[in-house]
Each structure stands twice: as structure tokens, then as C-alpha cells.
């Protein structure tokens, strides 16, 4: 069904200058960081060095004593009030999980965990008497390898009995959206099967988490940087036995969240429990060392797929094996993360036969949880690298290959072979134009030169060609998939008597620019001035009702609340201004901004049926003196944003050194509201994909401490480390909502991943690599090359360890042949060749 | 200890500053003027980036007794009243904010970047930059707004304005 309308859009598709703006260019915003209530305490969390050991002795008596320290709070000290952190999320009916208190009560489950509380005047008092809190643990054996605790061995929770947590099972011959795909494996004319590896990432949000908790008066307050207000007030009442009555929770300018800011922590709870103890405002708000230690993690994956194709490279089947390292415990959303991706695997292509497992394994480290795509890079990432290796194989250009195995436009709507139906999209027209930006012909000729020649600067190009699910989510799915809440949006629009509109979201932005894009909805919608539209958010008292900002959600389900609560405001009016006019209801038409009479010159502006409305001298019998309307918006499907990314990468065979040279891509993500937003998010969402690919990697030592500590070692990009990009679009709107959007939030972080990857591949392949693991750091490209010229194998180990200086010997990186040095396998075509740290976990299901 | 010194063209006295305590702590805890920002604490980001006796630098590094008589300006000294200096105004028309919170240390980076370049090429721009880390944009538009705004800039002074 086609909902899109036509409408005159003066505001929606500019380019309109943020309204946010101002205040974050001067400095005078409002950070929770900035906040200072009178008698307010400070909070430092001691925190356990140690990645899992009992808890035998907690001292807190100098600490105690120590200038200004008011309490010292351990675990013991809380137990029964601090609950168990949810996780909103049990994929499976038995799935496993451990209690998550706050603060450890009688184990540590990963270092970084905290095991006391300090309570000062100053936050300086209170961080100085963190050295003075003297615990005393009993180790217990360290699991940090997720493919080995898959198989047994020691236990991360030894009450749960293993490490997996739960087994999720899609596959399309028992669901009835495809067929068996070990039938097509056996008759498949080619196989390949490959591990890929997603390293842990850190989101590093720049704004540090920070938290304010106001326990006086009748209510308690909680200012928190975080991206989910309303879902934090619920789960802290629920967790701490508290009346959501009782609580008000406010996010003020947040600064950025990436999935990071969605969860329900530890340090909230914690601010929450001791501040009502105490009966003092309390705040906390952690170091960046800390941020990188104990907020969640994103990504830990290894991938296992197996893919059958016909001789022409026409796909059969695929077959995914996951494992998915939850870290020590789960956290809001962690269990389904993996499940996230398990409807994208097939992407863009018609397979079909499809089969997805996914075991969730606990080990002693920060738990994981959604970070930007949250499955989706993931799924992305090994369907367009084995699509790639699908494309060697067969000898065609992995253009070609995509080509063969992709809806075409005439085949929307298209019922997937995971059981999604993408309602629109257009794979030839964005990838046509992305080719034709890029230049992509002349790069290949260039390419060609260069291998001939035998330069020592080899090019590779890649290529991506995504698609993800977008605008989380429809209700009914949720439920169906267990996940515990809906994935509705609310808004409210009231007219206020001066006919300036004031519009309260659900959705909570943290950097995504609402406050700008819903204006230009609504002053579109209503034909008032863009100035005119105030947006209100973030604070559960002014916006009561919402699910907040994650997954790509915000436009595309709170856009269409807006429009909603917009489109009651103008039914609303509709019998007042016919009253008023003195006409007949049916004989009305609104338009920019107009109650007007058919064939009359008769009109009644919405801002001057505001006061009218607002004084209320003059009503029709039987109508309310309000035009304030608000609506819940519970989306019907996903939106599928897809894109065409392509990435030239010129590798330095001698040094190892992969350069990006060229990004082009052209996304489709329906119809734009704001341009300049919609750009800046397709940029920043494309730099956390290419660190992924390059830079970025969480690594822990074998005793289960994090050796990537601070931004020292975490390598978020800088200006310099990037190149240009060049960003263009296509537009197929989505059908599933009457704004068209598909939401823009991810994909450039799902997109970009393999493009780079594939890039530097494709530089290498004619010498005989078919993979590099991530991030691809000249030492691995460097070893990949040495290990091809020479015929050896490099030893398994972290590059990324060697690189900093640090131990070699890292347990968390799966053993095996390491870094594509077990690259072009020349029997690509048996069942059997696998890539990277296969042996260790082929056996994922 | 007490502190004397000139923040945005005021003279300050700070009383109860104790030792090992930073710049921007003082800034932001005692004088009123969180525009600075805290991301790190380590040198590693620049968020904190203010001028102290005009060359920018790390507020997180610098103790508080550093600033004695010392001259520094922040971010919420650089726009003249309601009026926002013109690196700020590129900011806002490239759209190279996000979630704002790196901003105020790129907004004195760039300052200052173009006080000593005023015509900076793209990888001079990002060199000059690489100090400063942003989590949201992709710098694509913050090098954007850096042209932008020394453009602004050198019409105006090749125009006589001010
Ligand atoms: S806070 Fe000073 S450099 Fe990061
Ligand atoms: S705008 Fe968010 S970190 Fe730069």
C-alpha cells in the first residue's frame, strides 16, 4: 500500500541552518556535566583491577577517613536495593543470565566492574580516596577466548554451567521463506566458506557519561546523558522499586551516544540508590579511561558462512554460523544484537536458502552492546566479502557478481529471504550513479596498469553495496522476536495562543538534530513559520511519553508521530474554523497554514484559530477550547535504506600501509528532510565504519585487562586520518510511511566497513591474499604480503599488541593461521577451505 | 592558593585553588565557564583547547597556577556579544556541528589555525586539526566550515572591515 502523498514541501528537502546550533557554538549549553545543585555530593566508583575473582575482603576504613568522604558504599552495604541491571532482551525462552548488581556484591565478572562507591564534598575528595579502598580477591581462572569458552572448558558464570547463553536459530525452510540450505550446499557447484572476525569496539560518545540524581522534594530527578530517558525511567523503577511516579528523568544535551548511551547502567543506578539514601543531590561523571574501560562494547563476533553458488556466481545458499561475545553480563538490548543482523545477512540478493545460529558466549570482559548498526555492520561486512571471494572465484568483476544476485527495481516489493519485505529501493540506479562519481572504469584500468607494471603501490578498489533495516520498529515484530517493550513513538503538538506551535517528542536526539528537522515537518504540515515551532524533548516530565533514539528510529517513527499529532491538530480545528466561518465543515480546505471556504475568499489563519481557540468566546457546541493533539505512532514495517559505497585504497606493498584514496558513495534513504543533517550523518557514520576497517580495536591482555585504555591506544580517527568523501544520493521513497524517510542515522557505518576492506583485498589478491583480518593495520597488511612473497604462514598473534609495544600474547584473538596469511586459497572451490581461525571455531553451531 | 588572572578580557581572582588542579577544572568549576570541555583529561582531544597568552593549548594540561597573570580566552570569549565570530558563523552554515560537544575546542583550533593561516589548504586543515577529535561529523563539514569561514574572513579584511 502506498501511503506517500504529495504535499507542497517548502521546508521539508532545505537545507535548513540547526536550531541547536547556537548554543552548542558559544559554549552555553547544558551539559549534565555542567549541572550544580546546592549540597550536591560527588561519586567515585572503585573499580575491580581484577577480570574475575571472588570478593573476600572489601576495607573501607581509610578511605573512610579520608577529607571530605561522607560514605563509602559497597556492594554488601546496597544489595537489597540496588536490584539486578536488566537486559530487555531474552532472545530465547531459556536463555541464560547471570544477576547484574550494580555494584559487585560477592564476584567480579570483568575488570572495570565497579566494587565500591565513595560519596565526598568534592569530586577531587572523592576520586582521591578510590586509592584508599583495599580489596582483597581470590582469582578465579580468566575466560576471555569466546570460540574455546563455546566449547566448555572454565566458566565465566560457573553457577550457569557454561559460557553459552542462549542458541538462536532462523532458517528458511522451517520459517517458509526459502528452502533447505544444506540441500543447496550439497548440490552447490561452488562453495566457499570463511571466518571473519568483528573486533571489540568502543562507541568513545566525546561527552563522558554523567549523571545527577535530585532525591529532594517529592520527586527524585535524574539527569543522565543518555539516549533513553524514558526506557531509564522505567527500568530504574522497575530495577530499584521505585514509583515511576516518583521519577523524573532528563537528558539534557547529549553529546553523541552511538548506541553507547543506550543502556541502563551501573553508575545510574548507583547515583540513583545513594543519592536517595543520603537524601542529597548526588553527582557522577566518569573519566574518559573509564568510558573506555566500563561502558558497554560494541561488536565481538566471529563469523562463519558457508555460501553455494552456481558456476554463473549465482548464489544458492548461505549459511551463517555466529558467535557473539556478550562480555560479562547482558546488558539492555545485548542478546539481541547478533539477532539484529541475522535478517540482513542476504542483503540485497535473492537467495534462496538461508540458515542463521547464533550462540551468545560469556566471557570475562565489558559486556557488549548495541554500537552504530548493532548486527547490521556486521551482517553487511561478511555478505559483501564473501561476495567479493564469490566474484574471484568465478572470475567476473564483484560488480558483476552483484549484479546477478540482486532485486532489480521491478521486483519491489520483495519478500526476503529472512523474511523482511523491502517495500522499495533501486540497486542499479544508486550503484549507476555511485560508479559514474567514482570513476569507476578508469580506476580499474589504472589498477590494472599498476599490477602490471609492478608498482609498489598497489589499488584496490572496493565495493558495498548495502542495505539495512531501518526505523525500529513495528510492535508486533518486537514481541515476536521477545524483545520486551514495543517500538512505537509518541508526540504531541499544541498550538499555543500566539500561534507559535510547541511540539514534544518521544524521540531523544544527541546530536541527530530533531529539534531542527521536526520543526521543518511541522511548519510544512501546519503552513506556519519554521521560527515559529518550538521542539521540546528529553525530559520525561515535558515529553511524558516515548521510546526514545536508537536504530535509526527517530525520523522515521518519531517523524511520523509528529505528523500524526499534527495532522489531529488540523482536525482539530477543522469544525471550530467552520464555526467560525460560518460554513460548512466539508466545505473547507487547509492549506498553507489556512482554513479556507471552496470558491469564497473566506480564510481563517491556524494562528489566529489559536487565540480564538485560547479565549474561547465563541466555540461550537460540544467542542473542547483545545487544538492540542497528541499521537502514538506504532510503524507498520521496517524502512530499508540501501547505498552504493565504493572505496579506492592504494596499499604500499613495502611498507604495508593502506591509504584510502577515493570514497564515493551514494545512498538512498527516501526522501530528505534536511540535507546538511542528512550529509553529516551518511560522514560521521562512514568514519566509524573505515576505523573499524583500519584503527580501532578493544584489546584485552590474557590476564583480562584492557590494554587499550585511553585514546592513546583506542584509535578514534582524527581529521587528519581521512580522506575526503564524495556523497550523493538517490531516492526511492519509502511506501511504508507517508514521509517517504527510511532513516540515516547507520548506514554509513554499515556501509563502509567492507568497501575499505574489500578495497585493500582486492589491491592484494593477485599476490595471493583473500583477507586481511580487522582493523587492517600496515603490520598485518605488511605480514600478509611478507607471508604471501615467502610461502610461510604468519604465527597467530594480535598485530595490533605487537604494534603498541605491548604483549604479544593475546588469548581474545582466535588461534589459527592469522591476518589473510592464509589468504587465496587455491581450493576455493572445496567444502572444506576456510579462512581465518577456522579450526578453532568452524564448529559454531 | 589564589589565582590572578584575565579570562575573555576580565581580570579574575580565584581563591581556594589547590595544587594539581587543572585549567579547565578552574575554568569550569570555579569561574563559571564550562564552554571548555572535559572529554578526556589526558591531552589526547582537544575539546578543552583555549588561548592562554594567545597560543592555543590543552586546558587539561595546564595546572591552574600556570594561568597567574596569565592572559587566556575560551570559546565563550571569541563571539562579541550577541554577535558570533565569524568561525562560529561557518560552523553553523557548514553544518559541521553535531552533538556539539567537541565543537567549543574546534571552534578556538580553528581560530587559531587561521590567525597564524588565513588560506589553509584541505591537509593543512586536517593536520592542524588532527588534535582535536570528533566523534559525530566525519570533519568533512568542520573542513568545510574552516574554508568557509577564511574565506568570510579574508573578504572582510581585503574589504577594510572590520
Ligand atoms: S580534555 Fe583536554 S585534551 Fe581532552
Ligand atoms: S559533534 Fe559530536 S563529537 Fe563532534
Not at chain 1, 506504532?634 to 613495502?654: I, K, R, Y
Not at chain 1, 586481511?772 to 604468519?794: D, F, K, L, N, Y
Not at chain 2, 589553509?120 to 563539514?141: F, H, M, V
Not at chain 2, 573542513?143 to 572591515?161: C, E, N, P, W, Y
Amino acid at each position: 500500500m502506498t501511503v506517500t502523498e504529495d504535499r507542497p514541501a517548502a521546508e521539508i528537502g532545505q537545507a535548513r541552518r540547526r536550531k541547536e546550533d547556537q548554543r552548542l557554538i558559544t559554549g552555553r549549553t547544558k551539559w549534565t556535566d555542567n549541572l550544580t545543585l546546592p549540597g550536591m555530593l560527588h561519586l567515585a566508583m572503585v573499580r575491580s583491577p581484577v577480570a574475575h575473582g571472588t570478593i573476600t575482603s572489601i576495607d573501607v576504613e581509610e578511605a573512610k577517613a579520608s577529607p571530605g568522604v561522607i560514605a563509602v558504599i559497597t556492594g554488601r552495604d546496597i544489595a537489597d536495593e540496588q536490584g539486578s541491571l536488566p537486559c530487555a532482551w531474552p532472545i530465547t525462552e531459556d536463555q541464560l543470565a547471570p544477576p547484574h548488581p550494580s555494584i559487585a556484591v560477592d564476584t567480579v565478572n570483568f575488570a572495570g566492574e565497579i566494587v565500591a562507591c565513595i560519596v565526598a564534598r568534592t569530586a577531587a575528595q572523592a576520586k582521591d580516596a578510590v586509592e584508599l579502598v583495599d580489596v582483597e580477591y581470590d582469582d578465579l581462572p580468566v575466560v576471555l577466548d569466546m570460540a574455546a569458552a563455546a566449547e566448555g572448558g572454565d566458566l565465566t558464570h560457573p553457577d550457569l554451567g557454561t559460557n553459552v547463553s542462549a542458541t538462536w536459530v532462523f532458517d528458511s525452510a522451517e520459517a517458509g521463506t526459502g528452502t533447505n540450505v544444506e540441500d543447496a550446499i550439497q548440490a552447490g557447484e561452488i562453495i566457499i566458506e570463511r571466518t571473519y572476525r568483528q573486533q571489540r569496539l568502543i562507541p568513545a560518545f566525546m561527552e563522558p557519561r554523567s549523571i545527577v540524581v535530585d532525591p529532594t522534594g517529592e520527586q527524585t530527578t535524574m539527569w543522565s546523558a543518555t539516549q533513553i530517558p524514558h526506557i531509564l525511567k522505567l527500568m530504574l523503577a522497575l530495577t530499584c522499586g521505585i514509583s515511576e511516579s516518583k521519577l523524573r528523568v532528563i537528558a539534557p544535551d547529549v553529546g553523541g551516544g552511538f548506541g553507547g548511551k543506550l543502556q541502563v547502567t551501573p553508575e545510574e543506578v548507583i547515583t540513583l540508590v545513594v543519592s536517595r539514601r543520603l537524601g542529597r543531590p548526588c553527582k557522577y561523571t566518569e573519566t574518559r579511561s573509564e568510558s573506555i574501560l566500563a561502558a558497554h562494547h560494541g561488536r565481538d563476533q566471529i563469523q562463519h558462512l558457508t555460501l553455494s553458488a552456481n558456476r554463473d556466481g549465482t548464489v544458492t545458499g548461505l549459511k551463517v554460523e555466529l558467535l557473539a561475545d556478550m562480555g560479562a553480563y547482558l546488558g539492555l538490548v545485548t542478546p539481541g544484537v547478533p539477532i539484529l543482523g541475522a535478517f540482513m545477512y542476504n542483503s540485497i540478493y535473492k537467495f534462496p536458502a538461508y540458515r542463521f545460529v547464533c550462540k551468545n558466549i560469556f566471557t570475562n570482559k565489558a559486556w557488549t552492546d548495541a554500537y552504530r548498526g548493532a548486527g547490521r555492520p556486521e551482517a553487511t561486512f561478511a555478505i559483501e566479502r564473501i561476495m567479493d571471494e564469490l566474484a574471484a572465484e568465478v572470475g567476473v568483476d564483484p560488480m558483476e557478481i552483484r549484479e546477478r544476485n540482486w532485486i532489480k527495481p521491478e521486483e519491489f516489493p520483495f519478500s526476503t529471504v529472512a523474511g523482511m519485505e523491502y517495500d522499495t529501493g533501486n540497486y542499479e540506479a544508486a550503484t549507476d550513479k555511485a560508479k559514474q562519481l567514482f570513476g569507476y572504469d578508469e580506476l580499474r584500468a589504472e589498477q590494472q596498469r599498476r599490477r602490471e607494471s609492478g608498482d609498489p603501490v598497489q589499488l584496490g578498489i572496493g565495493v558495498s553495496t548495502f542495505t539495512e533495516m531501518c526505523g525500529l520498529a513495528p510492535s508486533r515484530v518486537l514481541g515476536a522476536l521477545s524483545y520486551a517493550a514495543g517500538g512505537w513513538e509518541h508526540a504531541t503538538v499544541r498550538m499555543l495562543p500566539s500561534g507559535k506551535v510547541e511540539v514534544l517528542t518521544g524521540t531523544s536526539p544527541h546530536g541527530q538534530g530533531h529539534e531542527t528537522a521536526w520543526s521543518q515537518i511541522v511548519a510544512d504540515r501546519l503552513g506556519v513559520p519554521f521560527d515559529d515551532v518550538e521542539v521540546l524533548h528529553g525530559d520525561t516530565q515535558i515529553a511524558a511519553r516515548g521510546l526514545d533514539s536508537y536504530g535509526s528510529r527517530s525520523l522515521v517513527v518519531g517523524g511520523m508521530a509528529v505528523v500524526a499529532a499534527a495532522d489531529k491538530v488540523i482536525e482539530k480545528a477543522k469544525p471550530i474554523a467552520a464555526h467560525l466561518l460560518e460554513a460548512d465543515v466539508d466545505d473547507l480546505e487547509f492549506e498553507a497554514g489556512k482554513f479556507g471556504v471552496r470558491g469564497t475568499d473566506a480564510s481563517i489563519g491556524i494562528g489566529e484559530l489559536a487565540f480564538a481557540v485560547f479565549s474561547a468566546h465563541n466555540m461550537p457546541e460540544g467542542v473542547e477550547p483545545s487544538l492540542d493533539a497528541e499521537a502514538t505512532y506504532d510503524p507498520v514495517n521496517f524502512s530499508f535504506p540501501h547505498g552504493t559505497h565504493l572505496c579506492a585504497v592504494e596499499v604500499d606493498t613495502e611498507t604495508g600501509e593502506a591509504k584510502i584514496r577515493d570514497y564515493t558513495c551514494v545512498d538512498d534513504v527516501g526522501k530528505v528532510i534536511n540535507p546538511l543533517i542528512v550529509e553529516g550523518q551518511v560522514h560521521g557514520g562512514l568514519v566509524q565504519g573505515i576505523a573499524q576497517a583500519l584503527f580501532e580495536e578493544a584489546l584485552y591482555d590474557d590476564s583480562g585487562t584492557l590494554v587499550t585504555g585511553s585514546f592513546v591506544d583506542y584509535l578514534v580517527p582524527s581529521a587528519a586520518d581521512m580522506p575526503h568523501f564524495t556523497t550523493d544520493r538517490t531516492e526511492s521513497p519509502s511506501t511504508t510511511n507517508a514521509l517517504g524517510v527510511k532513516g540515516v542515522g547507520e548506514a554509513g557505518t554499515i556501509a563502509s566497513t567492507p568497501a575499505v576492506v574489500n578495497a585493500i583485498v582486492d589491491a592484494l589478491r593477485h599476490l595471493g591474499i583473500n583477507d586481511i583480518e580487522m582493523p587492517c593495520t600496515p603490520h598485518r597488511v605488511w605480514s600478509a604480503i611478507q607471508s604471501r612473497s615467502s610461502g610461510e604462514e604468519t604465527p597467530a598473534q594480535s598485530q595490533n599488541v605487537a604494534d603498541s609495544g605491548l604483549p604479544s600474547h593475546n588469548v581474545t584473538v582466535s588461534e589459527g593461521p592469522a591476518d589473510g596469511g592464509d589468504g587465496a586459497d587455491p581450493n576455493v572451490g572445496r567444502a572444506d577451505s576456510t579462512s581465518t581461525g577456522s579450526e578453532t571455531n568452524g564448529g559454531a553451531a | 592558593m589564589r589565582i590572578t588572572t584575565t579570562v575573555n578580557n576580565e581580570r579574575h581572582e580565584v581563591d581556594d585553588v589547590w595544587e594539581g588542579e587543572s585549567l579547565l577544572y578552574m575554568l569550569r568549576e570555579r569561574m563559571g565557564l564550562p564552554g571548555s570541555k572535559n572529554a578526556c583529561e589526558q591531552g589526547e582531544c582537544g575539546s578543552c583547547t583555549v588561548y592562554l597568552d594567545g597560543v592555543a593549548a590543552c586546558a587539561c594540561l595546564i595546572a591552574a597556577g600556570q594561568a597567574e597573570g596569565r592572559d587566556i580566552v575560551t570559546v565563550e570569549g571569541l563571539a562579541e556579544g550577541d554577535d558570533l565570530h565569524p568561525v562560529q558563523q561557518a560552523f553553523l552554515d557548514a553544518g559541521a556541528v553535531q552533538c556539539g560537544f567537541c565543537t567549543p575546542g574546534l571552534i578556538v583550533a580553528t581560530h587559531d589555525l587561521l590567525a597564524r593561516d588565513p588560506r589553509p589548504e584541505d591537509s593543512q586543515i586536517r593536520e592542524s586539526l588532527a588534535g582535536n577529535l570528533c566523534r559525530c561529523t566525519g570533519y568533512e563539514k568542520i573542513i568545510d566550515a574552516v574554508k568557509l569561514a577564511a574565506g568570510r574572513m579574508a573578504s572582510t579584511s581585503a574589504g577594510g572591515g572590520a
